[in-house]
Nanobody, 122 residues
Framework: QVQLVESGGGLVQPGGSLRLSCAAS????????MGWYRQAPGKQRELVAT???????KYADSVKGRFTISRDNAKNTVYLQMSSPKPEDTAVYYC????????????????WGQGTQVTVSS
């Protein structure tokens, strides 16, 4: 079994910065993809960013150039650096992990974190 523990959420001002972290523990295959989804009230869940164990990244168009995803394979940890966040980035952010290094769909992510709230407001 795998557990994902997220941290770093909270309140941030527009134009500020915030870093989310997600540590995975348990039996984790070496070839995997980790990342972040988010869901705002009344909206569908959407992909934010993902990164494979080989370092290939994918971003939603809405966050390109503002958010950066990275990972530490030795620690099985993924990070999301949020720069210049906007009020529309307000959502619950979920860490995900899936086995495989191709373009996984949401349904193919085997494990999801409990979610961390990010609120962007002045």
């Amino acid at each position: 079994q795998v557990q994902l523990v997220e941290s770093g959420g909270g309140l941030v001002q527009p134009g500020g910065s915030l870093r989310l972290s997600c540590a995975a523990s348990g039996t984790i295959l070496s070839i995997n993809t980790m990342g972040w989804y988010r869901q705002a009230p009344g909206k569908q869940r959407e992909l934010v960013a993902t990164i494979t164990s080989g370092g290939r990244t994918k971003y939603a168009d809405s966050v390109k150039g503002r958010f950066t995803i990275s990972r530490d394979n030795a620690k099985n940890t993924v990070y999301l650096q949020m720069s210049s966040p906007k009020p529309e980035d307000t959502a619950v952010y979920y860490c995900v992990l899936g086995f495989g290094d191709y373009d996984l769909t949401a349904a193919e992510y085997n494990y999801w974190g409990q979610g961390t709230q990010v609120t962007v407001s002045s």
